[in-house]
């Protein structure tokens, strides 16, 4: 059964610091693996998606890193913002279209 | 944008009662989820649906039914509410196939007494 581990489960950091969220999964055999961003009390909102075939994926301050035959995953954030509070969970997608989801990170920058 | 709606943001009911669970998504999307989240365990998907009128069990489907009579709608049924049903749900979407993103309403907090 694919298991998602998210390391570390909460991060405090001053604003403009780069950061790193990492992500681990137990099966390698997945299809693509998701980072998705969640506020609080609210739903998640999709941030990156990589292919079994990719190796990395960026959007603005965002890059996300594929390493699938050792089974994980980084988000970078370069610059943190206070907006960039929130809680970060990584998912992989493996067959039946099932998303297993890690626990998140909870991120919160001070300003 | 694709948008997907959830018909509560927040629900009390009584143990025991009926419950049922609206979401609804405007992109024409294939597939459509269920999930709940709760503090400890994240989010765990009880059913998802391929097509109209298909289903198939997540892993945790006991306590819960669905019906997806209209390709935009999927709605969860709690026959009869419990305590341990008090949880957040969330319903998505996604177009199909293994390239796509799932799509997130906003989520029902739902409180069982």
């Known amino acids: 059964k694919q298991e998602v581990t998210q390391i570390p489960a909460a991060l405090s950091v001053p604003e403009g610091e780069n950061l790193v969220l990492n992500c681990s999964f137990t099966?390698?055999?997945?299809?693509?693996l998701q980072w998705f961003r969640q506020d609080p009390g609210k739903g998640l909102t999709s941030l990156l998606l990589?292919?079994?075939?990719?190796r990395e994926q960026t959007s603005g301050r965002l890059n996300a890193s594929l390493d699938k035959s050792s089974g994980r995953s980084t988000l970078y954030i370069a610059a943190s913002q206070p907006g960039d509070s929130a809680t970060y969970l990584c998912?992989?997608?493996?067959?039946?279209?099932?998303?297993?989801f890690g626990e998140g990170t909870q991120l919160t920058v001070n300003p | 944008d694709v948008k997907v709606t959830q018909s509560s943001r927040y629900l009390v009911k009584r143990t025991g009662e009926k419950v049922f669970l609206e979401c609804v998504q405007d992109?024409?999307?294939?597939?459509m989820f269920w999930y709940r989240q709760d503090p400890g365990l994240g989010l765990r998907l009880i059913y998802f649906?391929?097509?109209?009128?298909?289903?198939e069990k997540g892993d945790i489907p006991e306590g819960y039914s669905v019906s997806r009579e209209k390709k935009e709608r999927f709605s969860l049924i709690l026959e009869s509410a419990s305590t341990n049903q008090t949880s957040m749900y969330l319903c998505?979407?996604?177009?199909?196939?293994?390239?796509?993103?799932?799509?997130f309403g906003p989520g029902t907090r739902l409180l069982v007494l």
């Open positions: 998505a979407s996604s177009l199909g196939g293994m390239e796509e993103t799932q799509y």
């Open positions: 099966d390698s055999a997945i299809y693509n």
């Open positions: 990589i292919q079994s075939s990719q």
């Open positions: 998912a992989v997608l493996a067959s039946g279209s099932r998303l297993t």
């Open positions: 992109m024409d999307h294939e597939n």
């Open positions: 649906s391929y097509d109209v009128k298909m289903k």
